[in-house]
């Protein structure tokens, strides 16, 4: 039988390899401390599940194509709190922010189209760009100038008329690099002056730990027609399994399209809407505590990187991520033996090797991305088996 | 901006140009019988929100991307059940049925190549086949034949070195037919020899009303490389608003392609999976009767449809559903003229006018499709308007 040629181009998830090496080292009676995915630990607010259980309809019926006005309503007041406005219009619901995403690329890229990315960037970014036809141009970044990307002589450099769009995801997820008010101008600009769009995948918006305001793509009013903010309450009110986000755009020819995608799926789940909904109510002291607690979490974490000779890193300023350069020969390599040859009192770690993260061939093989999802004592616990670990593997 | 030549080529819904004047008849006070929309009237069975009221965990975290182990015990049991026997790793959960086609349809069509699909036809298959780069090459079928299309030289004379696929909508919307075994053998045998994907949307398997048992493309194991089948609790447990679906298929290489998009979007909405799996535990009884609910509501439809002079329509032996001919000169005309000039007693009706069930260019002018979801009284007094409206239209 024969296949789309998009999808043949995709791979399946790079940190699936790992899955059964786990499992063995689980099987041998191993404790493996999980800094390999990015699913916090922190509660889901109660309100989501309050909301679920005063539902009282009778007939679970499909939502409204573009979402449930309930949802609608709350986003776009948390948006007027922020100081940006958008119609009603201008807001779409999705099936969390991958489905976003998804209909966003799938709406603006054709075959052989280029978006920049920079790079290490998000994974799955490569199979929803892939199953366009189009292609990622990557913006190289080093770990040793902290991954700053937004620079213009960089990133004009990569324009060519295959050109359709640009990605920022920010706060930046695998390396925590938050833009600056100046950056975001100038990304904006460099948009506006080539007619490319302008995707702000914002999942992280609240984790920022330098005291700066909430920032976004949606203050660019002047280029209305260029920016897209892709929006979830996953990382928001830590409600990954909701699977409810948001496309919002002033561009509205870019939204019809949209709607056509949104008509075709025919809604977003009714119930989870409603609970999203709700959760819009927590107040800023929600997000105050988790912001500290994140903080507390990337001070562990980059002060224990700090104290393994070798190790590359730069402090993240934002998100729950953060990307290390390793003194080993091959990250990859280096998470099997760990799953399969190491242990310290029963114990080992998980982290993702960098490789995926990048499109240049040969980038990242010595990188890893560390999810500092667990809470602190067992992030100390996981740090310090990655250190035992280096020191083991270097000596064999 | 520039916009993917693929989602250019797609519309928004068709049924969406009358809202407007929808929202104005209802403004002048008019009361709306809508026989356009297949959002069944019958309740949710309290399982689900039982399981979600009971859902305990603090954190709403991330299903597995192929979806939750228990949903898909529970689907693996229907089916057995039913005496079709699919693997776990044959059953990936999507959100919604359609999720599920849209996802199998990027992974099998590429550009220009085509797909078989019996017209009319459900009108979203045309955007998530267009948004594939795909082309829908219809089965043409006619009122007067019963909307019949399971015939080999029908069938065959399509084929070409493009055609990748069949659709079979089995139940079928909107026209409500129901494959015989032997058609379903004859559907299974043409795709084996062209080598073909069979894709079996089978969202309405329960709702046949002839007391023939339930049936699936499933059941044709000797097809295994080729079978597809789209499932859903929408419409079997009156839970649209869930957004569960699944994809089947023993063919392994398609479900690696598949698997691709379920790990880029992440996963399905975890309370929602949970709570479907609880709806696989209503007994026999729901499913009898709603059945013999729908049952006498598409006898009812079907009586007074007979009654009016110059319909064509012949009795659907499943779903929930029918196509019927009307003798005005534009179902579209029709339909503005009874949300803006008509009504009875301040009554009015709704229905899906015909033309976007169609590929081929004029078909389905003077067709409607009627969703009989409302209960009998209902049902009485919207075809009572029908009737009326005709009379009017016709007489102006």
Same mark, same amino acid.
């Given at each position: 039988?024969?296949?789309?040629?998009?999808?043949?181009?995709?791979?399946?998830?790079?940190?699936? +390899?790992?899955?059964?090496?786990?499992?063995?080292?689980?099987? +041998?009676?191993?404790?493996?401390?999980?800094?390999?995915?990015?699913?916090?630990?922190?509660?889901?607010?109660?309100?989501?599940?309050?909301?679920?259980?005063?539902?009282?309809?009778?007939?679970?019926?499909?939502?409204?194509?573009?979402?449930?006005p309930v949802l609608i309503?709350?986003?776009?007041?948390y948006y007027d709190n922020?100081?940006?406005?958008?119609?009603?219009?201008?807001?779409?619901?999705?099936?969390?922010?991958?489905?976003?995403?998804?209909?966003?690329?799938?709406?603006?890229?054709?075959?052989?189209?280029?978006?920049?990315?920079?790079?290490?960037?998000?994974?799955?970014?490569?199979?929803?760009?892939?199953?366009?036809?189009?292609?990622?141009?990557?913006?190289?970044?080093?770990?040793?100038?902290?991954?700053?990307?937004?620079?213009?002589?960089?990133?004009?450099?990569?324009?060519?008329?295959?050109?359709?769009?640009?990605?920022?995801?920010?706060?930046?997820?695998?390396?925590?690099?938050?833009?600056?008010?100046?950056?975001?101008?100038?990304?904006?600009?460099?948009?506006?002056?080539?007619?490319?769009?302008?995707?702000?995948?914002?999942?992280?918006?609240?984790?920022?730990?330098?005291?700066?305001?909430?920032?976004?793509?949606?203050?660019?009013?002047?280029?209305?027609e260029n920016v897209i903010?892709?929006?979830?309450?996953?990382?928001?009110?830590?409600?990954?399994?909701?699977?409810?986000?948001?496309?919002?755009?002033?561009?509205?020819?870019?939204?019809?399209?949209?709607?056509?995608?949104?008509?075709?799926?025919?809604?977003?789940?009714?119930?989870?809407?409603?609970?999203?909904?709700?959760?819009?109510?927590?107040?800023?002291?929600?997000?105050?505590?988790?912001?500290?607690?994140?903080?507390?979490?990337?001070?562990?974490?980059?002060?224990?990187?700090?104290?393994?000779?070798?190790?590359?890193?730069?402090?993240? +300023?934002?998100?729950?991520?953060?990307?290390?350069?390793?003194?080993?020969?091959?990250?990859?390599?280096?998470?099997?033996?760990?799953?399969?040859?190491?242990?310290?009192?029963?114990?080992?770690?998980?982290?993702?090797?960098?490789?995926?993260?990048?499109?240049?061939?040969?980038?990242?093989?010595?990188?890893?991305?560390?999810?500092?999802?667990?809470?602190?004592?067992?992030?100390?616990?996981?740090?310090?088996?990655?250190?035992?670990?280096?020191?083991?593997?270097?000596?064999?």
């Amino acid at each position: 039988m024969k296949f789309s040629s998009k999808v043949e181009k995709s791979g399946l998830s790079p940190m699936r +390899k790992f899955h059964p090496f786990a499992v063995a080292a689980e099987a +041998k009676g191993r404790k493996i401390y999980h800094l390999n995915i990015g699913q916090p630990d922190i509660e889901t607010p109660p309100q989501y599940f309050e909301a679920v259980r005063n539902f009282q309809l009778p007939v679970l019926e499909y939502a409204p194509s573009p979402g449930m006005p309930v949802l609608i309503d709350a986003i776009q007041k948390y948006y007027d709190n922020l100081n940006m406005h958008f119609e009603k219009d201008e807001i779409l619901i999705t099936t969390g922010g991958s489905e976003a995403l998804a209909i966003v690329l799938q709406s603006i890229l054709d075959d052989g189209d280029e978006i920049l990315i920079p790079e290490p960037f998000y994974p799955n970014y490569s199979t929803m760009v892939n199953t366009t036809g189009g292609v990622i141009r990557p913006i190289p970044t080093t770990p040793e100038e902290g991954y700053h990307y937004a620079d213009r002589a960089k990133v004009e450099a990569l324009i060519n008329e295959h050109t359709r769009a640009s990605m920022c995801t920010n706060p930046g997820n695998p390396t925590g690099v938050v833009l600056t008010p100046e950056e975001q101008r100038l990304m904006c600009d460099i948009a506006k002056e080539h007619d490319l769009f302008i995707i702000g995948d914002e999942a992280y918006r609240e984790f920022v730990y330098a005291g700066e305001p909430l920032q976004s793509f949606g203050e660019y009013t002047d280029a209305a027609e260029n920016v897209i903010v892709i929006d979830t309450v996953s990382k928001r009110f830590s409600a990954c399994g909701a699977r409810v986000g948001a496309i919002l755009s002033r561009n509205h020819e870019l939204m019809g399209h949209v709607m056509k995608y949104c008509q075709a799926r025919l809604s977003v789940a009714t119930l989870d809407q409603v609970a999203s909904a709700a959760l819009y109510d927590v107040g800023p002291e929600y997000f105050a505590a988790v912001r500290e607690e994140y903080k507390k979490r990337r001070d562990t974490v980059v002060s224990k990187l700090k104290n393994i000779p070798g190790v590359v890193c730069s402090e993240p +300023k934002g998100a729950f991520y953060l990307m290390a350069a390793l003194p080993v020969d091959d990250a990859d390599k280096f998470q099997q033996w760990l799953l399969e040859e190491f242990e310290d009192n029963g114990d080992t770690v998980m982290f993702a090797p960098g490789e995926p993260f990048y499109a240049t061939p040969g980038r990242g093989k010595n990188e890893i991305r560390i999810a500092y999802v667990l809470k602190q004592a067992d992030l100390e616990r996981a740090m310090d088996l990655l250190a035992l670990g280096i020191k083991a593997y270097n000596a064999r």
